[in-house]
Structure formats: structure tokens, C-alpha cells
Nanobody, 121 residues
């Protein structure tokens, strides 16, 4: 069982920056694939960014060039640096983990409780 705890969400003005953090339980974090998703009211939960155990990253088109996902294996933590925030980035942001250590296919079956990001115009 993997537990994920997110932090860092808050109210920020458009154009501002935030950094979200997600700390995972477990002794083999270095093999976890990790991701950030978000869900706005009335909408589906969508992928924002993922980072593989080897550090390969993938981003949604809507955040490319503005958001950066990174990981610190020594701290069991994945980060989402969000710059040039827009009102449409407002959502609950969820951390996700695939701890199986299998390359090629990522299946996120562990989720955090979410952290609210609100961007005012």
C-alpha cells in the first residue's frame, strides 16, 4: 500500500507561481512512476504531467512550457512547479503513483487526497 500526501495548493493571482509537493510512502520510491492530475468542477480528471522512474517526463499540451515535474528520490517526493498560472488552471490537483517498477506501461492505482489550486483573474 502506497500513501501519497500532497501540499502546496493555495489561492494565487494569474501570472503567479506555485510549487506542489507530493510525498510517498515506501522504501522503493526510486522505481515508482509518478504523476500529477487535476480535476476542475464538473470536468473529468485529466493528466497534467508524469515522470517515470528514470526521469522521463510527459506534459499535457495546456501546461507545456509553464509547468515542470521533478522528483527527489532521497525525499520520496515529486514536485510540480507551476509558472505563469492562468484562471483555467484552477482545479484540485492529485498526485498519483505506479509503484510496480515496470517500464513501458504506467498504471496509476494510488492517489493522494488532492490539493486545491485557485487562480484568480
Amino acid at each position: 500500500q502506497v500513501q501519497l500526501v500532497e501540499s502546496g495548493g493555495e489561492l494565487v493571482q494569474a501570472g503567479g507561481s506555485l510549487r506542489l509537493s507530493c510525498t510517498a510512502s515506501g522504501r522503493t520510491f526510486n522505481v515508482y512512476h509518478m504523476g500529477w492530475y487535476r480535476q476542475a468542477p464538473g470536468k473529468n480528471r485529466d493528466m497534467v504531467a508524469t515522470i517515470s522512474s528514470r526521469g522521463f517526463t510527459n506534459y499535457a499540451d495546456s501546461v507545456k512550457g509553464r509547468f515542470t515535474i521533478s522528483r527527489d528520490n532521497a525525499k520520496n517526493t515529486v514536485y510540480l512547479q507551476m509558472n505563469r498560472l492562468k484562471p483555467e488552471d484552477t482545479a484540485v490537483y492529485y498526485c498519483a503513483a505506479d509503484p510496480r517498477g515496470i517500464s513501458g506501461t504506467i498504471i496509476f492505482n494510488y492517489w493522494g487526497q488532492g490539493t486545491q489550486v485557485t487562480v484568480s483573474s
